[in-house]
């Protein structure tokens, strides 16, 4: 039997383009009739969780270094996980934590492919000052970036990565749409 892919998730440096490369895959699995669910973490971090009057803000770390954002988060995935909707998650998994809550555990249970987005640190530098110019707080991302690049290198080296430097989101998509193999996406 073949194991079906519940959950395709995109992982990498803030800033290399997760968000954007989700949806256009979010879209391309759909125009193939397939059902799917874009699963943005930000959104549930700072929508749903942060937005939460019981969450004390003055103890909140980052998304993927706090552990009560990262036990709600898994279960909004299982949630998810109970339709036959395939996921395209989009979260940095760059701390033990998050990697063995999310990752982990939920590999156990469904079935995970993994692909990291890369692309140089310059690249990387760019495409954070240019949301930064659009508004978007991004110290953390810039302040992060060599130790997301690092952890990154060190705990997925045999996932599946994609170089995105010099390609559209839209091309990265193409990229990982023609990479799954078909057979293991439920219809």
Same mark, same amino acid.
């Given at each position: 039997m073949v194991c079906m892919y519940k959950i395709i998730w995109l992982d990498g440096a803030s800033g290399v383009g997760k968000t954007t490369v989700?949806?256009?895959?979010?879209?391309e699995l759909m125009e193939n009739g397939l059902k799917v669910d874009n699963v943005d973490s930000d959104y549930y971090?700072?929508?749903?969780?942060?937005?939460?009057?019981?969450?004390?803000?003055?103890k909140i770390k980052s998304p993927w270094a706090d552990e009560c954002f990262l036990k709600y988060f898994k279960g909004q995935l299982v949630l998810f996980c109970e339709k036959d909707d395939?996921?395209?998650?989009?979260?940095?998994?760059?701390? @033990? %934590?998050? +990697?063995?809550?999310?990752?982990?555990?939920?590999?156990e249970k469904v079935v995970i492919k993994h692909i990291i987005l890369n692309a140089s640190k310059q690249t990387i530098k760019d495409r954070i000052k240019e949301r930064a110019a659009k508004g978007v707080d991004q110290r953390q991302s810039l302040e992060r970036l060599s130790w997301n690049m690092a952890y990154l290198n060190k705990y997925y080296k045999e996932d599946t990565w994609i170089n995105t430097e010099e390609k559209s989101a839209e091309n990265?998509?193409?990229?990982?749409?023609?990479?799954? @193999? %078909?057979? +293991?996406?439920?219809?």
């Open positions: 989700a949806n256009f895959l979010t879209n971090y700072q929508e749903k969780y942060l937005s939460n009057p019981k969450i004390d803000q003055s395939i996921l395209v998650v989009q979260m940095v998994l760059t701390d @033990d %934590k998050c +990697r063995k809550i999310l990752l982990e555990s939920l590999g990265v998509a193409d990229e990982i749409f023609n990479m799954i @193999d %078909k057979s +293991r996406l439920q219809k």
